[in-house]
């Protein structure tokens, strides 16, 4: 879509407008990260990191479902706001529980194994998303972007829940 209007002069505009609202969207979530990131320690004295970190996650896949289901400037902004929130958490909490748990002589190796988890998926969610993209949802990118956002709530839901069933034991 954004090739078509690009090569049509009087839809430019179009174009333009969207580039100018990403940015602001980017930099709303940028800005909810950053700040956000700074009371995740204080946050972890009071409540269980895990906790923080699944609600996070749940609010951070609802906020990207949220942006692509709404045609609300203060409603995309919100999504953009969980998303921040996500990003500072998925960004902070697990290396907290990383270094809390493992000693200062593994730490290193742990932390090393741990970012293998991060960036192999990423790698193959690159290679992979044009393909689903093009076979399974007819080049929609959007649909990409919805699988991604149910995606994470769900398995923020997972973590809330396995935290559920834990406190009943």
């Given at each position: 879509m954004g090739a078509d209007l690009l090569n049509d002069v009087s839809q430019q505009h179009l174009l333009e407008k969207g580039a100018t609202l990403t940015a602001i969207c980017y930099g709303i979530n940028?800005?909810?990260?950053?700040?956000y990131v700074l009371f995740i320690p204080a946050l972890v004295k009071k409540i269980d990191e895990?906790?923080?970190?699944?609600i996070a996650t749940?609010?951070?896949?609802?906020?990207?479902?949220?942006?692509?289901l709404t045609h609300s400037f203060v409603i995309?902004?919100?999504g953009m706001l969980g998303?921040?929130?996500m990003v500072a958490a998925t960004n902070a909490i697990p290396y907290i529980t990383v270094t809390r748990e493992i000693g200062k002589e593994k730490m290193?190796?742990?932390l090393g194994v741990f970012n293998i988890?991060?960036?192999v998926p990423q790698i193959i969610a690159g290679l992979l998303a044009g393909v689903m993209s093009q076979h399974l949802f007819h080049n929609d990118a959007r649909q990409i972007i919805l699988l991604a956002g149910w995606s994470i709530a769900f398995?923020?839901?997972i973590a809330l829940g396995q935290l559920m069933l834990k406190s009943k034991k």
């Amino acid at each position: 879509m954004g090739a078509d209007l690009l090569n049509d002069v009087s839809q430019q505009h179009l174009l333009e407008k969207g580039a100018t609202l990403t940015a602001i969207c980017y930099g709303i979530n940028q800005i909810m990260s950053i700040v956000y990131v700074l009371f995740i320690p204080a946050l972890v004295k009071k409540i269980d990191e895990k906790i923080i970190f699944g609600i996070a996650t749940l609010i951070g896949g609802l906020g990207l479902v949220l942006s692509l289901l709404t045609h609300s400037f203060v409603i995309l902004i919100i999504g953009m706001l969980g998303l921040g929130m996500m990003v500072a958490a998925t960004n902070a909490i697990p290396y907290i529980t990383v270094t809390r748990e493992i000693g200062k002589e593994k730490m290193g190796l742990y932390l090393g194994v741990f970012n293998i988890t991060i960036t192999v998926p990423q790698i193959i969610a690159g290679l992979l998303a044009g393909v689903m993209s093009q076979h399974l949802f007819h080049n929609d990118a959007r649909q990409i972007i919805l699988l991604a956002g149910w995606s994470i709530a769900f398995g923020g839901l997972i973590a809330l829940g396995q935290l559920m069933l834990k406190s009943k034991k």
